[in-house]
Structure formats: structure tokens, C-alpha cells
């Protein structure tokens, strides 16, 4: 197999016919006319349907389960319990690396925590299996539910995130607050959010003998293959799983669920295939959350505005019986240069479901904190808040020293800024209004998201008649994956895109990484790059070695690929078609591999981030408090784009999540129960279309010579950084009111200000 | 803590042929009638183009038009359709040729992950058959029951005045 070495001679320079088009959806056509099939879309001949019943207590014992009554109910097959179930090979207690899970799959009777699954009803039709699990009636052993957070015990997580360290330090924070002219205190909060895509999970599973075929969707194949075959003692390669469309993920089908294991267990118990999805209610539980946060900041800055000291404390929560703790502070250590940075966590054990990463996964919560104590710094130093930022602009990443693999954030805030009309912003709070009386403030904030490379795989190959295959096992989530990659693949082999057939969304296919970090359009990409590029070689080498080509004896000069034909570098007047060289060599097809890893040297030697400004106007009811947004502009420079259109997207929905972020979302706990008391999405707060400002997305131009050879960043979260902490500034500038607990709900904004 | 328990009420299993017409053709089936018009569309009929996204009335994803209004098949039984017109997703293209809207939510990139998007169209496609030129503000309160987590919302109102307006 050939890597393709990061270099900067990228292929895709020569061809660069399909990079930078935007070219419409791959499915679009099939997922308005309702023919994309979805996981929970299949229905296997002779499908049972699977039923979860799920805890109504956070803590305790299930001591009696009704299962008889539920058998009796006609069209019930079976219930499996802890007391009847198909043995797994593998303790689903058990972690052998840090994206490895512990799962509820009905191994005991302990509950530990709300909407664990406790039992599965299989049945003839849904409405049956349904019927089942309300006629199971469980009885439970309560103990107490421990839901109190941040005042809970705390302890010091020996790592944060993946695999960050829970305490960082450069310089002298300490010191830097001493030698402040002005220093800045302040607790902000965010809540337990949950990811809520619009596709439940759900899985239908069918065995044949030892050989499991599964829909579900999955924003890590490969991971998911090997989780299963772990569990269920069997090879990776007897696990095929399909997932060609995935209805939103956002992180919740990152890693394997417990639910979608029990759909796999339900099958082998009755012998049939199972569809198991999950209710939107079970949702708040047994598939990841964002964990809540409360981080302290000081801050520290001279008489010029520069700072000082940056020190950020996290508490955050992971569940009692698993470890992820949000990174929160990760922004501090990138973002404002500091002589000082100083980031520290502890944590608090809940009786919740185990959070993981979701959409910007500590980026987000950490931006709109440290965001806003920025602002509130630029406000204490009586500076406009983009000169503020201006002022302590990282021409080095501040915590590392080292330089940017690439940043155009200057140009980001200039772009934003104009585009909004920053200039005219009234320095004070509680300056401006609108027609209608209402009050209206400006904010801003700065968006920053790691670049980051997966492991991928991938296969090209390339025909008699001229026409491509591409295959690595992608995951489309909404991000676009199938145009994009198929892009990417129709460039790597200098074909146009209907020449190329791009296959991904199943197990059976290379590896291509993970849908996630916002780093599957690089990884995947550069697999895919690989194996064009190998082909491309292979076929050089196959007309440059044959006298009758006219590409014959082109040695070192070398030959270039373009649509579908090989030039001579030195002489183009020389060139032959690819289904010339395939049928006089008399060859069906050349097969190319490539993959794709993060290059360490260029790890070691660069920071590489995205970067982008946001910013944004609201009106705020002087009397009732009622709060819209009501202009968002952001700048973003994320590297090359692959498809500005589908970029654009992302960036749109990105700032909507930023925007749910300040206002709306959060899972609200009933503090004696320890049952999330909203867990619908009629009170689990999402913007809809009422709530939709307007919103420009301005797409930076940035060359990255590092990061890749494609010089791919990454755009699926950047978006919700900056536009959270922009919109709680605004607020701020509205009304003169500083909200540090979030989402911010008009309660914060009228009345005694204790927020 | 007490089992919350609810016998279902006798009724709940009996079953009776219903006629309806579905997306414009004549169709009687037997349906017991607790089916929810969702549940029978999707493992009755394998017209899966309607989704299921929440536990009842929340998100949209199961807007089809009944009698061409707007309506959540999570929340009506399959029996209450006898006698009326029900159309899904799968009704709208003419044979292979997209309609207008699914042609403008195609191009103008009104779905991401797609699982909202038939709701979404079902419920535009009942805005503009009762008001054929909507404004902004009138395509955004249409839509306003139909939740989105992907797009942002921008280019599905731009998907439905580009619909709007290549049929003016």
C-alpha cells in the first residue's frame, strides 16, 4: 500500500478539476423524494420488532419485572432481561482503550441512571413490542439519585477528553495577577445538553449463523465493527454493517450504544431479525450528552490592554460508572496570547448516562465562557472587544510556542467586522434601539477548532472503459461526505465526477476513519488521494515503459493525469487516454491503495487550527426580556474547501448550534428523582424556523502547506464556537447585564441579577 | 415506587377494512384501529419517505397532507383516514420528475442529513397549495413545527421561495 506523503506537492494542484466546485448533493435526489433508506427504513423478511424498557428511577435496583403479563400479550414473542439473554463473549464493563464505552445491556439488575435500558420486549408488530414493555410494570429498589452538581464531591480526572492532561500550565499565572493593572473574576455555567439528532438510534439486525448484518447508523465503522465483534465473540469481518445516511449524529453515533448492541442481542435470542429504534425520551440517557460545566476564570491585563494571566478552572460531571470529562479549557490554550495560562479540572460523579463528545466537544462550552470573560476584560480596559482581541492576538499558539501551521483570523475579524458594520458599535452598553422600542446590542466572538487527521483507508480503481471506482467506508451524516469525498476521488483519479463511482456507508469497505472531530473530510480525503494517486503512478509507469506510447522514455520529467488522459510534463502535445494504455496493455483494471495518518513531524513542528469570527446583534425586550437574535455574520478560514456551498452549510448550522448554546438548550434535572424533566423536544429547547435570524457565512481564503497535503481543516463544529460567546455579549451590550449561566432565558434578564 | 400501568381499553385490538385514497390511488387495507397512520405507512406499507423523530406532535419529521393539509401521521390513526386523501413524500414526483419543491430543496441544498426533509416539504407543499406566493414571514410559521438540526434553517426557506417563485 502506497501513503501518500504530506507533502506539499499536491496532485490535486495539477488536476484541480472537481476541488473547490460546488457541486450539489451526491443524494440529494434521494432524500427529498423519501427513497434514502435510513436504518430504522429496513424491514427484513420475517422482522420482529424490539421494544426497550428503560429505567424510571436514576439509582437502585430492578426487583421485579411483570414478564409474564407482558408474554401474555398477543404478539409478544419474548422479553429478554438480565435473566434470560444470549451470553456475550466480552463484559460490556470492560475498556481496553479510551473510545471504548461501558454499556448497559441487561448484564445485571443495577440501574444507574435514568432511561437505562432494563429489559427488551420482541414482538410481531411495534404496537405489540410497545404494549409489552408498559405490561412489564418493573418495581425498583430506589436509593437516592446523586444530582448534585458542581457542589457534589469533587476529585482531580487523571485525563480530560480523550486523552488531555486534567492540569496545564505555562508561565506564572500567579504572578501575572499580581502584576495585573486589571484582573477579572468570574464563574460561568453551562448546562447538561443533549445531542438530539433528528434520526433516533436505531438498529435492525439480522444473524446468519455466526454472520450479523446490521442497518444502523454510525459515524465510526470500523470502531462499531470491532466493538460488536468484541461482544459477541466473533470476527470483525462476520460483522457487515450498513449506514449509508445517518439522520444527524453530532457525536451520539460516534461510539457504539447499548441500545444498538440490544437489537443485535434480541436477534440472536429469537433467531430472527430484530428492528429495535429508540423513542426520542430514551434518547436522554444510554447515548452520550454534553456534561454540564462551571468554569472559574481570572484573568489578569496591563495598563495597554495586553494580558497578563489567563488562568481557566473546569468542574464538570462524567457518570458513576464511566470517565468523560469535557475538555473545556482547551480553548485557553490556544486562543489569546498570554505569558500565562494556567488550565485545572476537577469533577463531580452524577447518576446520569456517561456524557461524551458532542459537536465541538469542550470547544463549545469553553468558548462561550472564555469569550465572554474576554469581553468582560475588554470592558474593564475600556477597549473596543476586537481591538481588545487584536491587542492579544497569538502570532504563536500560546501555550505550545509554536507557530501556526496556518491562520488567517486577521482577516476573519476584518472580513466579519465589515461586513456587519462593527465599526459603528457604541463602546457602552444599553445604547441602542430599534424602531419598536427594543433594546439592541452587538457582540463578538472568536472561533477556534483543532485540525485534526484520523486513520483511513481507502481503494481506487480504475477501468477498461475509463470510468473509476472509489471505495472507503465514509459516513455521511448530513456533512456532506458523499459529494465532497466524491470529489476528492473523482479528482484523485483526474476524472470527471460521473466518470467516478464513489462507494461508502458500510463496513465492508476500507476504513475510513471516524465521521467526527471534524476531521473526516481531511482523513478520509487523503486516503482517497492516495489511492487515485496510485493508480495515476501505476498507469504511468505501465505507458512510460511501453515503446508504442507516446508517454514512452518520459522519465523523470513524468507525466500528468488530466480528464482521463496522461500528459508528458515536459511536452503536453504528447498525451494518450487511459482506455488507450488499459487496452493495449491488455489490463481489465489497475487497482491503487491509499491511507492516510497524522504526520507527527508536521504535529510536532506546527499548531494547526481552524479559526473564524463571529458576530452578532440582538433585541431584548426592556421589559419582559424576551431576547431574539436577529443577525449573525461569521468569517471562517478552515484551510482549502472542498465545496463552498455545502461549507456554507455547515458554517449556518454550526452558528444555530451556537445560538441554541446561549439561549436554549439544556436538560433540566429533577434534583430528587435525578430524571431529566424535559426529555422531548418539545421542552428540550431547539431552534426552529421562528427562531432564525439572519445569517451570513463568509468563507476566508487560507492556504495550508501543513496540515496536509490537500491542505484540508476541518468545518463541522468550528461554527458554534464564537457564536455562542458573540450572542451572550450582545446580550451584555443590549442590556448591560451580564448572564454567566447558560442558556440565557429572559428569567436572567429581568429581575434581581443574581445570574 | 408505583408501576405506572394502563390496560389498554378492549377496543384497541379490533381491526376494520378502511378505504382511503393514498397519494392518489384508491386503497383499502384491514387496520386495527390503535395503528397510528405513521406506524402503518412505514411497517404496513414500507413507505418509509415519512419519518418518525419524537414521541408525539414535537418535531414535524411525520408531516403528510390529509384532504392536502398539513398533518403529523405520529398523531392520527390510520382509521381516521378513511374516506379522505392522505399523501406522503413518495406522491409528490410525477413518475421520475422531482416537483418543484423537491426539485428546489434538492439545488438549493434544503437537506443535510435528510431525515426532516420529507416533514419539511410536506408541510411547504401545504403552505403553497393554500398560499401559492408566501412571504418570509408566512413560509417561517408554516415550518415553524418542523425541526431541523443540520441546516440552520436558511436554505430551506430560500428551497421554498425558489419553489414559490418558479411556479408564479
Redesign the interface.
Known amino acids: 500500500m502506497s501513503e501518500t506523503p504530506l507533502t506539499q506537492a499536491s496532485a490535486h494542484l495539477r488536476h484541480g478539476a472537481n476541488i473547490g466546485q460546488s457541486l450539489t448533493r451526491h443524494e440529494g435526489a434521494l432524500k427529498v423524494t423519501g427513497q434514502a433508506r435510513y436504518a430504522a427504513d429496513h424491514h427484513p423478511a420475517g422482522m420482529l420488532h424490539a421494544v426497550l424498557a428503560v429505567s424510571s428511577i436514576a439509582r437502585g435496583r430492578v426487583i421485579a419485572l411483570d414478564v409474564a403479563a407482558a408474554k401474555a400479550h398477543p404478539g409478544v414473542v419474548d422479553v429478554m432481561t438480565p435473566a434470560h439473554k444470549p451470553p456475550l463473549a466480552q463484559d460490556p464493563d470492560e475498556k481496553t482503550h479510551p473510545f471504548m464505552f461501558r454499556l448497559d445491556v441487561l448484564q445485571n439488575d443495577r440501574v444507574r441512571y435514568p432511561n437505562q435500558p432494563i429489559a427488551v420486549v420482541i414482538a410481531e408488530t411495534l404496537e405489540a413490542a410497545t404494549e409489552g414493555a408498559v405490561l412489564l410494570a418493573p418495581r425498583y429498589e430506589t436509593e437516592p439519585a446523586r444530582t448534585d452538581f458542581p457542589a457534589g464531591a469533587h476529585f482531580t480526572p487523571a485525563l480530560v477528553g480523550v486523552a488531555d492532561p486534567a492540569e496545564a500550565h505555562h508561565g506564572d499565572v500567579e504572578a501575572g495577577l499580581a502584576g495585573a493593572a486589571r484582573r477579572l473574576e468570574a464563574i460561568y455555567e453551562t448546562p447538561a445538553q443533549y445531542h438530539n439528532p433528528m434520526e433516533p438510534h436505531g438498529i435492525v439486525a439480522a444473524w446468519e449463523g455466526d454472520t450479523l448484518f446490521i442497518d444502523t447508523p454510525s459515524q465510526g465503522l470500523a470502531m462499531a465493527q470491532a466493538r460488536i465483534a468484541g461482544l459477541f465473540g466473533i470476527p470483525p469481518a462476520a460483522v457487515h454493517i450498513r449506514s449509508p445516511y445517518i439522520g444527524g449524529g453530532f457525536g451520539s453515533k460516534g461510539v457504539f450504544s447499548g441500545p444498538q448492541v440490544l437489537g443485535i442481542m434480541a436477534a440472536r435470542l429469537v433467531g430472527r431479525p430484530v428492528k429495535l429504534v429508540l423513542r426520542r425520551g430514551q434518547m436522554f440517557g444510554p447515548v452520550g450528552h454534553r456534561a454540564p460545566t462551571r468554569q472559574s476564570f481570572r484573568l489578569g491585563a496591563d495598563n495597554a490592554g495586553a494580558l497578563t494571566a489567563i488562568g481557566h478552572h473546569t468542574v464538570t460531571a462524567s457518570s458513576q460508572h464511566d470517565d468523560f470529562f469535557e475538555p473545556a479549557g482547551g480553548v485557553s490554550h490556544t486562543l489569546y496570547a498570554s505569558p500565562a495560562i494556567a488550565t485545572t479540572y476537577e469533577a463531580v460523579r452524577l447518576d446520569t448516562g456517561t456524557p461524551l463528545f458532542m459537536r465541538a466537544p469542550g470547544k463549545a462550552a469553553g468558548s462561550i465562557a472564555l469569550e465572554s470573560a474576554i469581553d468582560e476584560m475588554a470592558h474593564a480596559c475600556a477597549m473596543d472587544p476586537l481591538a481588545f482581541r487584536l491587542k492579544n492576538y497569538a502570532e504563536v499558539e500560546p501555550m505550545s510556542g509554536k507557530p501556526f501551521s496556518s491562520k488567517a483570523l486577521r482577516a476573519c475579524y476584518a472580513q466579519g467586522a465589515e461586513r456587519f458594520g462593527w465599526a459603528k458599535r457604541p463602546l457602552a452598553p444599553r445604547q441602542m434601539r430599534d424602531a419598536a422600542g427594543m433594546l439592541v446590542g452587538w457582540g463578538m466572538g472568536t472561533a477556534t477548532f483543532p485540525a485534526l487527521m484520523f486513520q483511513a483507508q481507502a481503494r481506487a480503481v480504475l477501468r477498461a472503459d475509463g470510468t473509476g471506482v472509489v471505495e472507503t467506508g465514509a459516513q455521511d451524516m448530513g456533512q456532506g461526505a458523499w459529494t465532497a469525498l466524491g470529489q476528492i476521488a473523482a479528482d484523485s483519479l483526474a476524472l470527471d465526477p460521473d466518470r467516478v463511482e464513489f462507494r461508502a456507508g458500510s463496513s465492508d469497505l476500507p476504513d475510513a476513519g471516524i465521521a467526527g472531530g471534524s476531521a473526516h473530510t481531511a482523513t478520509a480525503g487523503m486516503a482517497i488521494h492516495g489511492a487515485g494517486a496510485d493508480v495515476i503512478a501505476r498507469l504511468a509507469e505501465l505507458a512510460m515503459g511501453d515503446e508504442r506510447s507516446p508517454l514512452h522514455g518520459a522519465g523523470n520529467a513524468g507525466v500528468i493525469a488530466r480528464a482521463g488522459r496522461l500528459f508528458r510534463r515536459d511536452d503536453e502535445s504528447r498525451s494518450e487516454s487511459y482506455v488507450a494504455i488499459l487496452a493495449r496493455a491488455g489490463i481489465p483494471a489497475i487497482e491503487g491503495h491509499g491511507k492516510s495518518a497524522t504526520d507527527p513531524a508536521a504535529q510536532a513542528a506546527y499548531a494547526m487550527h481552524a479559526h473564524g469570527a463571529v458576530f452578532a446583534e440582538v433585541t431584548v425586550d426592556p421589559d419582559l426580556g424576551q431576547l431574539r437574535v436577529t443577525r449573525l455574520v461569521g468569517a471562517f478560514a478552515a484551510g482549502r474547501i472542498i465545496n463552498p456551498r455545502m461549507v456554507q452549510s455547515q458554517y449556518y448550522g454550526g452558528m444555530v448550534w451556537g445560538l441554541s448554546f446561549a439561549l436554549h438548550e439544556q436538560a433540566v434535572i429533577d434534583p430528587r428523582s435525578g430524571r431529566p424533566m424535559n426529555a422531548n423536544l418539545g421542552e428540550y429547547h431547539v431552534p426552529v424556523n421562528a427562531d432564525l435570524p439572519s445569517i451570513e457565512a463568509i468563507l476566508v481564503e487560507e492556504h495550508d502547506a501543513h496540515v496536509n497535503a490537500l491542505g484540508i481543516k476541518g468545518v463541522g463544529e468550528i461554527g458554534i464556537t464564537g457564536t455562542a460567546g458573540a450572542i451572550a455579549n450582545a446580550v451584555w451590550h443590549a442590556t448591560g447585564m451580564r448572564a454567566r449561566r447558560f442558556p440565557i432565558t429572559l428569567d436572567k434578564l429581568i429581575g434581581p441579577q443574581d445570574n | 415506587?408505583q408501576?405506572?400501568?394502563?390496560a389498554?381499553p378492549s377496543s384497541l385490538?379490533r381491526a376494520r377494512t378502511r378505504a382511503f385514497r393514498l397519494n392518489g390511488r384508491a386503497h383499502a387495507a384491514l387496520v386495527?384501529d390503535?395503528?397510528l397512520l405513521l406506524?402503518y405507512l412505514?411497517?404496513g406499507l414500507?413507505?418509509?419517505?415519512?419519518?418518525?423523530?419524537?414521541?408525539g406532535?414535537?418535531?414535524g419529521?411525520c408531516t403528510v397532507l390529509i384532504d392536502g393539509r398539513p398533518r403529523l401521521a405520529c398523531l392520527t390513526r390510520a382509521g381516521e383516514c378513511a374516506g379522505h386523501q392522505v399523501e406522503?413524500?413518495?406522491g409528490?414526483?410525477d413518475g421520475g420528475r422531482?416537483s418543484p419543491l423537491?426539485?428546489a430543496?434538492?439545488?438549493r441544498?434544503?437537506?443535510?442529513?435528510?431525515?426532516?426533509?420529507?416533514g419539511m416539504?410536506m408541510a411547504a407543499e401545504g403552505l403553497l397549495r393554500r398560499n401559492p406566493d408566501p412571504d418570509e414571514a408566512a413560509?417561517?410559521?408554516a415550518?415553524?413545527?418542523?425541526?431541523?438540526?443540520?441546516?440552520?434553517?436558511?436554505?430551506?426557506?430560500e428551497a421554498v421561495q425558489s419553489a414559490a417563485g418558479s411556479a408564479r
Open positions: 415506587m408501576p405506572d400501568r394502563h389498554p385490538s386495527a390503535h395503528v406506524d412505514r411497517e414500507g413507505l418509509t419517505g415519512t419519518k418518525r423523530g419524537c414521541d406532535g414535537e418535531c419529521a406522503t413524500i413518495e409528490l414526483a422531482m423537491q426539485r430543496f434538492h439545488e441544498l434544503g437537506t443535510q442529513c435528510g431525515y426532516c426533509t420529507p416539504i413560509i417561517r410559521a415550518l415553524a413545527g418542523n425541526i431541523c438540526r443540520c441546516t440552520g434553517y436558511v436554505k430551506i426557506i
